[in-house]
Every structure is written in C-alpha cells, then in structure tokens.
C-alpha cells in the first residue's frame, strides 16, 4: 500500500532517519540546539549541557530567550532565521550562515556572558520551522580567528573527518544552499567488506580502510568534504551555487569507482573492493540534513538490495518505496503480538512413488487492513529491520510444535518439516541456542527439522557461516542450501560445508521440457549432488513434464503446486495422503 507523505501519523516523521541524525549531533564535539517556529527549544546535545551548564529535560520545551539571552536582550539570534522573509518577489531571504561563522553573546546558568561563534541554519516552511545552530567554545573577544581543527571533528583511523564535522558541515551547507540541486551527499559503502574483515584479520581491515580513505581523498576534487561516517562508510559533500552539486557528485563517483578498483596490497595478499553508492540532493522542501543524510542512506541501501556495485540517486519513487517500507515495518512490529502472522504448508514429496516425506512450514501476514500480505513485501523489511530474528524464532517454534502434535496423532504429515533462516539469523548469535530450546520445548527429534539457508546468505560470510552450521549440525539437524543456482557458491566452499540437502532453484525448474541449456544444468547439479552425497529436491514443479524430466535425471524430492499450493495445517490434513496424479 502506497502510503502518501501527509498521510503518516506525526510520529512516523521522527523516523529512524530523524534519530539517526539526533544521534550525530549528540556526537558533536560541539553545542548543538535547535529551535521551533515560535522559539522554543526542541534539541540540545550532551555538549550543549556543558557549555551552557543547563540539563536537556530544563531546556527543552522552553523558549530560548529564558535560558541564553543576556538580561535586558529581547532579541533572539534565532529570530532572522524563524521569520524568513523575502525580498518581495518571490525569492527567500539570505539564509543564516550565509557569511560564515557567527558571534553571539550568550550566558550559561550562572549568568556569565560567552562570546562564542557557530553557524544556524532553516529548515522547514511556515509552522513547520525550524531553526539549528552549532555553537562552538567559548572564543576569545576581539577579531573573530578561525577556529582550529580538533582532533575530536577527525576520524582516529583514517584522519579524515568525522560524522560530527560532516554534519555541521553539512548544516551549513544546507543552509546557504536555497537553489534546488546546490547541495549533494555521496554515502559509499564497501561491499562484503565483513568477510574480509572476518577472514583476513580486523588488522588488515583498518589497513583496508586507511588505504580506502587516502584514495578518496586524492579523488575528491571539488568535494567540500570527505568523511568517515562509520565502519566501513565513507561521505562526500558537494556544494554547487549553480545546481550543478549532482554532477559534480556523479564525476566524483566515477574517479572512486577508478580509484577504489586497483587491488590494495593488505597483509595475507592482494583485495579488491566494490562498492555501493547513494547519492541525495536537496531538492524544494528537501533541505533538512537529517533527511538529507537519510535520503542518501536509503539509496545506498536500494543499491545494494539491487546487487551492489552500482550508484543509485534518491528520487520521487523510492521516497514513495521509503514510506511503504516505513508503514510496513511499523505494522510488522505489532504482527506478532496480534496473532496476524500464521503459517501455510507445502508438501514435499519422494519423486519415484510420489509419496509425501514432509512439508516445508511458509509465514503468511493476514493484515487487518490489507488483508493477505505477499512475502515479498515484508520478509525484505523484517530482514532489514532486524525483526526476522522474532519472526524468526516464532516460524520456527510454530513449525516444530505442529509437526510434533502430527506426530503424536493419527492423521498429517509424519516425516520431517523444513525451515527457513535467514542471512539475519545465521548472523544471530544465540542462533544455535534457539534451536536447541525450541526442540526440547516442542519435544520434536532433531532429525525431524530441516533448516533451509540461502546460496547467498551461505557466500555473503562463509566463514562465519560454516562455523554456525558446524554447530547445527551437531545438534542433530538436517541442512539443506535453498535457491541453488542464483548465487555465486564455488565448489570449494559447497564441498565445506556441513549440508545433507540441495534445493534447485524455481526458476531452472521452470524451463525444464522448453529449453535445453536448462535441463543441461538441472542435470549437472543433480549430478554434483549426488557425487557430493546430498539429497536433491526441485522447487516449483508445476507440470507432469517437468516431473518427468527430473525422474530422468534421478531427482530425489520435489515441491510445487503440481503437488499441492501451501495450505493452513487443517487443509494439509484434509488432503493428506491423497493420491496425487502424475
């Protein structure tokens, strides 16, 4: 469901995006507030505090003139940048920062005046204004010098600078930058940059990342700044009076893409690198650095959901993918409390007699509104959200639980139930553990689970991901690699790894009896499977050919809506045992 913007409940705007970036300014080194419309203080960082010597919870809900204004001064610094203005034809007025840093006379809790210096900058129209400033220490009076660089704006690694300096950096730039297009942000991450980390050493990935920063910085060109933003992410700014800020940030694209391509010598051998980049303007009513930074963020991410190694600029249409994904996962979050998740189940079936050996257990979302959810929708957002590792755990309690009641009963299923995980809960941590309690919970044999784990949730991190599975494996499960065939596994790696069941991909099955480069490859994998001592189940066998096709080639198992669509547990009951024509 497309969620238009006005249409979000107020809450949503304070989206993750927008605390991302309350989490930047409270990094800062320097004081950081910010006023609404009429005046009153909605942000005030930890540094702020210090400086000024009052709590967040006494300043915040309060106008600024009670708190830094010197006795007697009415008017507030932030006054100009509330009001706006015009010049009376249409055109705003200068926006503050426009001159550079800014004196303001300023007193702490005790009275005591500060000279300091710092940059404001707008953002928002009409009701919806608002105004931020970093204020810096206390400077001396006289002629205002420029203030020198700190070590705590620098990154302690690569030396370049960090969130704290790119986001008031960034402020400033927003809010000189009125002309649509004058104001670019680049966020470029390494691709798979945790496998190298995890299998050569976190020494040589600070190495990496080193060498990574000194290239960006030789291809910076006119960037105003190319920062560290954390990890393995790096940010560039561009500021354009003309507009131009987009070219100037896809030619810097190009010459890191140049750059970052030749292989970086690190201890343990030569690296190459990919990358994704996001890439946002400020565009009429885009001009919040939060959003900014959001915005290129969400590109990034849509890069790298694509493939990676590719740049993507955020536009209308992913603005419209955002909020759907927003609106998603604010009611995935309440699915499960409301009992709106529920399981479906297809059979899987011994090829030679067609007979059922088990089911693979599938989540369903009905929602109260939009009625039945496709996975297609959610499973990406609970993946990205962290939430798989609840939905996760629930699946996988569910499927164990009623194959173990089938168990004990007279009528369903009595062989085994596969399960998926995901890339997220492979990562998991108490991955393994959860297993173990939900088995001894649901009283269900191990031999009778098998988890299901992607070809490229396997490759993504193989070492990590071997390890994970060893230890599965000696709880007594049965693993299977799912979507075989869409990844990039070498047979190295797929000899490795502990697994007793292959699954072919849907989309090789498909072609099966139409296209003979199809069957070539069905054929050769079956083959390899066998040769390796794992079982083979088709996935998405429609029709009798393609059935007969896979006989030929000895397939063990199949699965599809030749067979059976996935059903609720009382209609896989129902139809149970069912003669099945082929």
Same mark, same amino acid.
């Given at each position: ?83 706006? @203005? $015009? ?8 926006? /503050?920062? +426009?001159?550079? %840093?800014? *004196?303001?006379? !300023?007193? =702490? ?22 105004? @931020? $400033? ?8 006289? /002629?205002? +010098?420029?203030? %020198?660089? *700190?070590?705590? !704006?620098? =990154? ?427």
């Amino acid at each position: 469901m497309v969620v238009e913007r006005a249409e979000l409940a107020p809450a949503m705007k304070f989206s993750h995006w927008r605390r991302r970036w309350i989490q930047l300014v409270s990094s800062s080194s320097d004081a950081f507030l910010e006023v609404d419309g009429s005046g009153t203080v909605i942000e005030w960082n930890p540094r702020a505090e210090e400086l000024f010597g009052w709590g967040r919870d006494e300043v915040v809900g309060r106008p600024v003139s009670e708190t830094l204004l010197p006795s007697g001064v009415a008017a507030s610094p932030f006054s100009p940048a509330i009001a706006g @203005g $015009g010049d009376g034809e249409g055109r705003p007025a200068p926006r /503050p920062g +426009a001159g550079g %840093p800014q *004196r303001f006379e !300023l007193v =702490d809790r005790s009275g005591h005046t500060l000279c300091t210096e710092g940059e404001l900058f707008a953002s928002g129209f009409g009701s919806g204004r608002r105004v @931020g $400033g970093f204020i810096r220490h206390p400077v001396e009076q006289g /002629p205002m +010098a420029a203030t %020198p660089a *700190r070590a705590d !704006l620098h =990154d302690a690694l690569t030396g370049l600078p960090n969130r704290a300096l790119f986001s008031s950096q960034l402020a400033r730039c927003a809010a000189v930058g009125t002309a649509p297009g004058s104001v670019a942000v680049v966020l470029l991450d390494l691709d798979r940059f945790k496998a190298i980390n995890n299998t050569m050493g976190h020494d040589a990935g600070d190495r990496l990342l080193v060498a990574v920063a000194e290239r960006l910085r030789r291809v910076a060109g006119d960037a105003e700044l190319i920062a560290r933003f954390g990890g393995d992410e790096f940010l560039a700014l561009f500021h354009s009076a003309g507009g131009d800020a987009e070219g100037m940030a896809s030619a810097f694209i190009e010459r890191a893409r140049g750059s970052l391509a030749e292989p970086f010598d690190v201890v343990g051998g030569e690296v190459f690198l990919d990358e994704s980049f996001g890439v946002a303007l400020n565009t009429f009513g885009v001009d919040d650095p939060a959003e900014l930074l959001s915005n290129a963020e969400a590109a990034m991410y849509q890069a790298k959901y694509r493939g990676g190694s590719i740049a993507e600029t955020f536009g209308e249409s992913m603005r419209i993918e955002v909020l759907d994904r927003m609106t998603t996962e604010h009611s995935l979050h309440r699915a499960l409390e409301r009992s709106e998740l529920m399981l479906h189940y297809q059979p899987v079936v011994e090829i030679e007699g067609v007979a059922t050996v088990g089911v693979e257990a599938l989540v369903r979302w009905q929602h109260p509104d939009q009625g039945l959810v496709a996975p297609y929708r959610f499973i990406p957002v609970a993946e990205e959200s962290g939430l798989i590792i609840s939905i996760g755990a629930w699946v996988l309690e569910q499927a164990c639980h009623q194959l173990a009641d089938w168990h004990r009963g007279q009528e369903g299923p009595k062989g085994s139930i596969e399960v998926n995980l995901s890339a997220r809960q492979i990562d998991d941590p108490l991955i393994v553990s959860t297993v173990e309690a939900i088995l001894s919970r649901t009283g269900l044999s191990p031999e009778h689970l098998t988890l299901e784990i992607t070809e490229s949730a396997l490759m993504r991190d193989a070492s990590s991901a071997l390890g994970v599975l060893r230890a599965l494996k000696e709880v007594g499960v049965v693993l299977a690699i799912d979507d075989f065939g869409t990844g990039y596994s070498s047979l190295s790696y797929l000899q490795r790894f502990p697994l007793d069941i292959l699954k072919v991909d849907r989309s090789f099955v498909e072609e099966l009896g139409l296209n003979g480069e199809s069957e070539k490859i069905v054929s050769a994998v079956i083959s390899l499977a066998h040769a390796l001592g794992l079982k083979v189940v088709a996935e998405g066998v429609e029709t009798t050919q393609q059935l007969e096709v896979l006989r030929s080639f000895h397939c063990d198992f199949a699965q599809g809506f030749l067979f059976s669509a996935p059903l609720p547990a009382a209609d896989i009951v129902a139809s149970f045992g069912l003669p099945i024509s082929a």
